[in-house]
Nanobody, 121 residues
Framework: QVQLVESGGGLVQAGGSLRLSCAAS????????MGWYRQAPGKQRELVAR???????DYADSVKGRFAISRDNAENTIYLQMNSLKPEDTAVYYC???????????????WGQGTQVTVSS
């Protein structure tokens, strides 16, 4: 059983900052990658930032230079520092864990419950 618990969302004015956290617990294989996605009303869920299985990072073009993903491997926790927030960043932010058994080939996705980020203009 895997659980992802997010925290840190809220309401902020444009230009402000927020920091999201996601703690993973349960049976977590060493072959994994974590990241952040978001979904705005009426839109599809999209990648915000993630660690790849190889340990590099990917960012959506819309957040490059403003957001930074980081992690604490010992705690199975990732963070998303969001600076210079814009109204268009308003969305529910979801933590994602992709994981596969070291001897397997199938990746499974796990999702947190989501945390609301609202940026007022």
């Amino acid at each position: 059983q895997v659980q992802l618990v997010e925290s840190g969302g809220g309401l902020v004015q444009a230009g402000g900052s927020l920091r999201l956290s996601c703690a993973a617990s349960g049976s977590i294989f060493s072959t994994n990658a974590m990241g952040w996605y978001r979904q705005a009303p009426g839109k599809q869920r999209e990648l915000v930032a993630r660690f790849t299985p190889g340990g590099t990072t990917d960012y959506a073009d819309s957040v490059k230079g403003r957001f930074a993903i980081s992690r604490d491997n010992a705690e199975n926790t990732i963070y998303l520092q969001m600076n210079s927030l814009k109204p268009e960043d308003t969305a529910v932010y979801y933590c994602n864990l992709k994981m596969k058994h070291p001897m397997g080939v199938v990746w499974r996705d796990y999702w947190g419950q989501g945390t609301q980020v609202t940026v007022s203009s």
